[in-house]
């Protein structure tokens, strides 16, 4: 009897053996559910084209009332160059909504500089958000600003998330130089050899945030292969308001257009056996308005648009009629905008402009302020300097550059640089962006005379309309 009990003892403490050492083979599996914008870019208002943050806000409640492990993300480019309501309260607005809204994360856009550095801190705080930039580095100390890092963790129940952030490494010809003196950018590649394989160590899941355009991450840089060697399962990509939905590898890039008209919803699933996402997939959203109550991001936006009634009656009072539309990018666009900056410096004869100043297109019908703050959003001023012909046409051949003169008849004219006498002194109008070298724009060396006008870009477009009312 006492060799049956020992004989079953045995048996039974096998069986147990087996079974706990079979149990460390099962794997279980976590899904990470990813909310992601980019290019918002201040848009944050309910209008007859735009569903808003307060919509999006109950969409992605919903998600997060279903979904165990979620995590909101942006692309960057969070609150300039955008409506007024944003541009007034220079991003406070926006910011608060999107602390609201719960985006945790973003790369630092290019745009988050256009007020300065000392704004993009406060507004930083405001909204409680991680900005990252592993390429951003000081010029005298090689560190990255206190303001910013390479990367972040999040620790969910049962895995770790690791998320990298890269600034678009052309911004300091995208905003104001003046506003990032003192920074240089490493290349996209130098910045994921440094910290990939650091992050790699920490983090189950990778992920990249990129304030780039996702076709060039595809075409233009090396990083695809980096994403395949570091099993890097998500890009979010941003800047140039593209819609793209890509898997490269088992990396999925994705950008999602601009302005929270649509997102992104990325599933992940991680096996904590094999340590390795084992299933992605990705869909571009609308932002498709739903039956709902109003929440918390309502009274938000309700609040900042009654502390700046007063100018924003000023902006919707009708100034004039347009009878006509005119189309972004197109060349007859750009030369009515030169003919308002003419009209208000008659004394010049050459005007400079950037593509990326002019935002929307303009619809024929009653204008008001608030029409022509949203299709030239920046607090640009205008500059008055004399430049040899030579050193214009040089600049000319910058594609990201417009220019414009008056013919002989007064008559306003797109530029072709073989109008253009390179002995002749020309007076030209430009933007302060452009004459401090925004857009890789040379012209302070090699100007003379300069002028500065205060006047911000917008007002010649809107005296023009006060003056004639009815604008053909």
Known sequence: MFFIRQKFTLILMTLIFLFISSESNFSKNYKLTILYTNDEHGWVETDSNHAGAANLYEIWNNVIKQEENVLLLSGGDNFAAAPPLSMETKGASTMDVFKALGHWVAPIGNHEFDFGVSVFKENQRRSNMTYLSANI??????????????????QFNGFKVGILGLANIETPSLTNPNNIKGLQLRTYEESL??????IKEKAD???VLIHDCANKILTDYAVLSLFDEYNVAFVGAGHCHQFV????????????????RNYGRVELTYDDLKKEVISSNSLILDNVKIERK??????IISNYQKEIEVSQAINRKVIGKLERDY???KDDYYTFICKTWFESFPKTDFALLNRGSIRQDLKKGDINISAIKLIMPFENTL???DVKGSNLIDELKNKKIIGCYKSSNNTIMYSDIKEIQPDKTYRIILPDFLYCGGDKVSIKSKCENLEETKLNYQEPMINYFIKYKIVK
């Open 327 to 329: 189309t972004r990018d």
């Open 193 to 198: 050899k440094k910290y990939l394989p650091e």
């Open 205 to 207: 899941i990778l992920i």
């Open 383 to 385: 500059y008055l300097v």
């Open 137 to 154: 580095e000081s010029e005298s100390t090689g560190l990255v600003p206190d303001y910013t890092r390479p990367y972040t963790m999040k």
């Open 245 to 260: 939905n890509q898997k490269e590898n088992n990396s999925i890039i994705l950008e999602t257009g601009s302005y929270l």
């Open 294 to 299: 109003l929440n918390k991001i309502d009274t």
